[in-house]
C-alpha cells in the first residue's frame, strides 16, 4: 500500500542526480525486473556503473595480486575460488593483494579494492573456525530475511558480523594503488587443466563473468527505458565500450585456463605458469 517513487535525470551527463521518497528504500530491497521494481542499491550500483563506463573503465570481477615481477589477474564464477586463491598466493607467498574480489580498468591499467574483509564463500569456509561455520548457515538466513520489506536493516548487519572475516587476521599482505596486470587467469572447476586461451576465449569468458556480475546493470528496467526514451543516452553504445575495454585488457596479455577440482589446487598450477613450468 505505500507509494514509491525513484527518478534519475541526467544520466547521459555529469552530474546525475537520483531522487527517491523516503518509502523507497525499506520498501524494495531485493530486486524484481519482471516487475520493473530495483532495490535502491541495485540503482545505485547501475547508475555508478554507467558513469564508469562514459569515462572509459569498468568494473572486473576479479582478483590482483603481484608475484614478484609479474601482476596476475584472476577471473572465475562465484564459489569457484577466486579468493580463496588470491589469498592462499599471499599467505603461503608473501605475495600482495591488491583486490580479492572487484577492480576497476580501462583496459590497460588496474585499479584494485583493497581489501579489508573476506567474504565466506564456498572456499573460504576452510580460513574459519568451528564456532563461525555453524552460525553460518543462521547468517544467510538473516541475510535473505533482511531483504523482506519494513524487516530492520540490523538483520543484514548481524549476518555481516557473521558472514565476512577481517582480512589482516590471516596474515594477508594487503596493497593499494595501480598496477598493470601481464597475466591473466581464469579458473574453472573440473579435471586438472592448464591450457592457454586465444583473445576470442579469454574475451568470451571474462565477459559473461562479468555480465554473471553486473545482473543489475544489464537488466535494468530503469537504465533500458532511458535509453528507449533519450536520443543522448544508448545502452548499446556502453555494451560495446564494455566490450572494447575486455578486447583491450585481453589482447597483449597471455590468458589461462586453469581447472582443478579443488581450489586447493589452483595456487600451485598458477606458481607454474609464473615460473613457466611446463
Given at each position: 500500500g505505500r507509494h514509491l517513487k525513484l527518478i534519475v535525470e541526467n544520466l547521459e551527463n555529469f552530474p546525475t542526480y537520483i531522487v527517491f521518497n523516503k518509502s523507497y528504500p525499506s520498501v524494495a530491497k531485493m530486486s524484481f525486473p519482471m516487475r520493473d521494481l530495483f532495490s535502491l542499491s541495485d540503482v545505485?550500483?547501475?547508475?555508478?556503473?554507467?558513469?564508469?563506463?562514459?569515462?572509459?573503465?569498468?568494473?572486473?570481477?576479479?582478483?590482483?595480486?603481484?608475484?614478484?615481477?609479474?601482476?596476475?589477474?584472476?577471473?572465475?564464477?562465484?564459489?569457484?575460488?577466486?579468493t580463496f586463491t588470491a589469498i592462499t598466493l599471499s599467505r603461503k607467498y608473501g605475495f600482495?593483494?591488491?583486490?580479492?574480489?572487484?577492480?576497476?580498468?580501462?583496459?590497460?591499467?588496474?585499479?584494485?579494492?583493497?581489501?579489508?574483509?573476506?567474504?565466506?564463500?564456498g572456499a573460504e569456509k576452510s580460513l574459519v573456525n568451528r564456532i563461525r561455520l555453524f552460525f553460518l548457515p543462521l547468517a544467510s538466513f538473516l541475510r535473505y530475511a533482511s531483504y523482506i520489506p519494513y524487516i530492520p536493516e540490523n538483520?543484514?548487519?548481524?549476518?555481516?558480523?557473521?558472514?565476512?572475516?577481517?582480512?589482516?587476521?590471516?596474515?594477508?599482505?594487503?596493497?593499494?594503488g595501480t598496477v598493470n596486470p601481464n597475466?591473466?587467469?581464469?579458473?574453472?572447476?573440473?579435471?586438472?587443466?592448464?591450457?592457454?586461451?586465444?583473445?576470442?576465449?579469454?574475451?568470451?569468458?571474462?565477459?559473461?563473468?562479468?555480465?554473471?556480475?553486473?545482473?543489475?546493470?544489464?537488466?535494468?528496467?530503469?537504465?533500458n527505458a532511458y535509453s528507449y526514451f533519450n536520443n543522448n543516452f544508448s545502452i548499446e553504445t556502453l555494451t560495446q565500450t564494455r566490450i572494447q575495454i575486455i578486447r583491450k585488457f585481453v589482447?597483449?596479455?597471455?590468458?589461462?585456463?586453469?581447472?582443478?577440482?579443488s581450489p586447493l589446487d589452483y595456487p600451485e598450477i598458477i606458481l607454474k605458469i609464473l615460473r613457466k613450468i611446463p
Amino acid at each position: 500500500g505505500r507509494h514509491l517513487k525513484l527518478i534519475v535525470e541526467n544520466l547521459e551527463n555529469f552530474p546525475t542526480y537520483i531522487v527517491f521518497n523516503k518509502s523507497y528504500p525499506s520498501v524494495a530491497k531485493m530486486s524484481f525486473p519482471m516487475r520493473d521494481l530495483f532495490s535502491l542499491s541495485d540503482v545505485l550500483r547501475a547508475v555508478s556503473l554507467t558513469k564508469l563506463l562514459q569515462k572509459g573503465f569498468m568494473m572486473f570481477h576479479g582478483a590482483l595480486v603481484k608475484a614478484e615481477e609479474d601482476v596476475v589477474a584472476i577471473f572465475g564464477f562465484p564459489d569457484t575460488g577466486k579468493t580463496f586463491t588470491a589469498i592462499t598466493l599471499s599467505r603461503k607467498y608473501g605475495f600482495p593483494i591488491y583486490s580479492d574480489d572487484i577492480f576497476y580498468s580501462d583496459g590497460r591499467i588496474a585499479i584494485g579494492e583493497s581489501p579489508t574483509h573476506i567474504y565466506v564463500g564456498g572456499a573460504e569456509k576452510s580460513l574459519v573456525n568451528r564456532i563461525r561455520l555453524f552460525f553460518l548457515p543462521l547468517a544467510s538466513f538473516l541475510r535473505y530475511a533482511s531483504y523482506i520489506p519494513y524487516i530492520p536493516e540490523n538483520l543484514r548487519k548481524i549476518s555481516d558480523r557473521i558472514m565476512y572475516i577481517p582480512i589482516n587476521v590471516k596474515n594477508v599482505d594487503v596493497a593499494q594503488g595501480t598496477v598493470n596486470p601481464n597475466i591473466i587467469v581464469i579458473l574453472e572447476k573440473g579435471s586438472t587443466t592448464l591450457v592457454q586461451l586465444d583473445v576470442e576465449e579469454a574475451m568470451k569468458k571474462i565477459f559473461h563473468i562479468v555480465k554473471r556480475e553486473t545482473y543489475f546493470w544489464d537488466n535494468n528496467y530503469i537504465l533500458n527505458a532511458y535509453s528507449y526514451f533519450n536520443n543522448n543516452f544508448s545502452i548499446e553504445t556502453l555494451t560495446q565500450t564494455r566490450i572494447q575495454i575486455i578486447r583491450k585488457f585481453v589482447e597483449n596479455r597471455p590468458s589461462y585456463l586453469v581447472r582443478a577440482q579443488s581450489p586447493l589446487d589452483y595456487p600451485e598450477i598458477i606458481l607454474k605458469i609464473l615460473r613457466k613450468i611446463p
